[in-house]
T-cell receptor, first 112, second 109 residues
Framework: DGGITQSPKYLFRKEGQNVTLSCEQNLNHDAMYWYRQDPGQGLRLIYYSQIVNDFQKGDIAEGYSVSREKKESFPLTVTSAQKNPTAFYLC???????????FGQGTRLTVV | QKEVEQNSGPLSVPEGAIASLNCTYSDRGSQSFFWYRQYSGKSPELIMSIYSNGDKEDGRFTAQLNKASQYVSLLIRDSQPSDSPTYLCAVNPGNQFYFGTGTSLTVIP
């Protein structure tokens, strides 16, 4: 069954810790994206990647890092430099630049 | 200026009526356009994509695109209470997706 899998669904982080959010897709999509959504707000782009070993910063990349070592995987690390990390994080993928994007189920990160 | 703008609503329509959601975008080079729905606490689900001017119909949904006026709309016919999530408009000018903040729809039984 093809799709995008994000894990974990819920994540709690202590202040000062780095955490990594997993995103895996088996759709053979070239492009992958990470978005952040805050309550009552739209999706804001953190990072995106159109090809393995290459990625670009989005509008709010500060305090985040990514890697794209495999086509199927695009993990996001939320570093301690991210001052307000509590949010709903969404991973998406698309076959090519202009085709529709499909989303994983999301990871809800809370700083405790 | 925001890339994609939507009326946040809430938009209320009676059950069985036509719901009309609108979206405008700023980048004239945008080439692909999408409508998603998002239930509270869940991730967005794709409803429709549209790439050329005119109408595209899929079941009870019709997407309309007017590139000259830079707007895209979504019509939902025979609205049902289950059609009451938030609707997100997305635009792709070439290498990433820009999302509106969404329009909340309430279908009143």
């Amino acid at each position: 069954d093809g799709g995008i899998t994000q894990s974990p669904k819920y994540l709690f982080r202590k202040e000062g810790q780095n955490v990594t959010l997993s995103c895996e897709q088996n759709l053979n999509h070239d492009a992958m994206y990470w978005y952040r959504q805050d309550p009552g707000q739209g999706l804001r782009l953190i990072y995106y990647s159109q090809i393995v070993n290459d990625f670009q910063k989005g509008d709010i990349a500060e305090g985040y890092s990514v890697s794209r070592e495999k086509k199927e995987s695009f993990p996001l690390t939320v570093t301690s430099a991210q001052k307000n990390p509590t949010a709903f994080y969404l991973c998406a993928s698309s076959l090519r630049d202009l085709t529709e994007a499909f989303f994983g189920q999301g990871t809800r990160l809370t700083v405790v | 200026q925001k890339e994609v703008e939507q009326n946040s609503g809430p938009l209320s329509v009676p059950e069985g009526a036509i719901a009309s959601l609108n979206c405008t975008y700023s980048d004239r080079g945008s080439q692909s356009f999408f409508w998603y729905r998002q239930y509270s606490g869940k991730s967005p689900e794709l409803i429709m994509s549209i790439y050329s001017n005119g109408d595209k119909e899929d079941g009870r949904f019709t997407a309309q695109l007017n590139k000259a006026s830079q707007y895209v709309s979504l019509l939902i016919r025979d609205s049902q209470p289950s059609d009451s999530p938030t609707y997100l408009c997305a635009v792709n000018p070439g290498n990433q997706f820009y999302f509106g903040t969404g329009t909340s729809l309430t279908v009143i039984p």
